[in-house]
Structures are given as C-alpha cells and as structure tokens.
C-alpha cells in the first residue's frame, strides 16, 4: 500500500491518494476489497464475497488499484456538483493521457482568480530547453489547453520526456510527460 503525501502529490480536494499493489491474483472467493474510514460510515467496495463492482476489472497478477478523487475522464458516473465548482487550490490538475502518442489535455485549476493575474504553461525538453510556451490562457476556475507535440515553431518533436511547468501567481508547479511515437 503507497500514501501518497497530498503536499507532494496535491489533488483538487486536497486529500492524499492511494494506490494498493497486488501481487498475485485474487484466489479467495470471500475476501473483501475496499477502503472504509475509522467510523465504517463512509467506504468504497471494489470486490466483496465472491463479485466486483460492475465497474471493476478483475485482479489479477501484479494489478493496483487507485483511490483518488480526481473526477473520472470519462461518461457515465455522477458526480455531486457542489465539489467541482470551486478548486480546493490553484494547481495543475493532471495530464492524460500520459504517456502519450499524438495530444495530451493539461488540466489546471485556480482557486482564487481575482488574486491570480498572470498564469503561465511552458513544456521543456529533459535538457530544460523550452519547447512550447501557451500564450492567451483561460483564467477560470478549471481549465485546460491541449499539447500535440509541437514546439512554438510547429514543428512535431522527438518522442522523449518532457516538462510541464505552471506557474499562476505565487503557484508553480512541474509536471514529467512522455511522448510516444
């Protein structure tokens, strides 16, 4: 099981993420697979008795499981509104995908628009050369901006690691994305 430190590793709510690593198979049909907090008021059910979830893919062999409270990036779960209006903190969200082989959608959020007058979205290769810089940012409460591995000349770039840099205001975050090719 990895804690993931949510002043390392932030998330839009703020909480820390956890990811439980399987080495094998799940071989016992009355086990139970899940998190719950102190009180067992509040709790998230992956696998109980013999079935999963309907949303669950199986356990199997070297699988892990993440509890995060990033909003799923795809159609089909409800979500409570009253938490995604206003992010818990200015950030940048997260990528996907990532890697990637043609475009990944970079996510940031700012919590406090009237304090945040200047925001910034650079990517840098690994040698720390700007590649990209995204001028004319939204400054809403939730954004996003989509790289499709080119440089500020249009050129496409080497497939590699690259870095994203976000700075809004007194925030400054970095980011590591691979492109694939």
């Given at each position: 099981?990895?804690?993931?430190?949510?002043?390392?590793?932030?998330?839009?709510?703020?909480?820390?993420?956890?990811?439980?690593?399987?080495?094998?198979?799940?071989?016992?049909?009355?086990?139970t697979l899940g998190i719950e907090n102190f009180s067992e008021t509040i709790g998230i059910q992956y696998y109980f008795d013999g079935s999963y979830h309907e949303w669950a893919a199986l356990v199997t062999d070297s699988f892990a499981l993440k509890y995060t409270t990033y909003l799923p990036n795809?159609?089909?779960?409800?979500?409570?509104?009253?938490?995604?209006n206003v992010p818990a903190r200015t950030m940048l969200s997260n990528l996907y995908p990532n890697p990637f082989y043609q475009k990944t959608v970079i996510r940031y959020q700012i919590a406090d628009i009237e304090e945040t007058k200047h925001i910034s979205l650079k990517i840098y290769d690994a040698a720390g050369r700007l590649v990209k810089q995204f001028n004319n940012l939204t400054i809403q409460p939730f954004n996003q901006v989509v790289w499709d591995g080119h440089d500020n000349l249009g050129r496409a770039v080497s497939a590699g690691v690259y870095f994203v840099q976000f700075t809004a205001g007194d925030s400054k975050q970095i980011e590591k994305?691979?492109?694939?090719?």
């Open positions: 099981m990895i804690l993931y430190d949510p002043a390392y590793y932030p998330t839009p709510t703020g909480d820390g993420e956890i990811v439980v690593q399987y080495l094998v198979s799940m071989q016992q049909a009355y086990s795809y159609p089909g779960i409800q979500e409570h509104s009253e938490l995604g994305t691979i492109l694939l090719k």
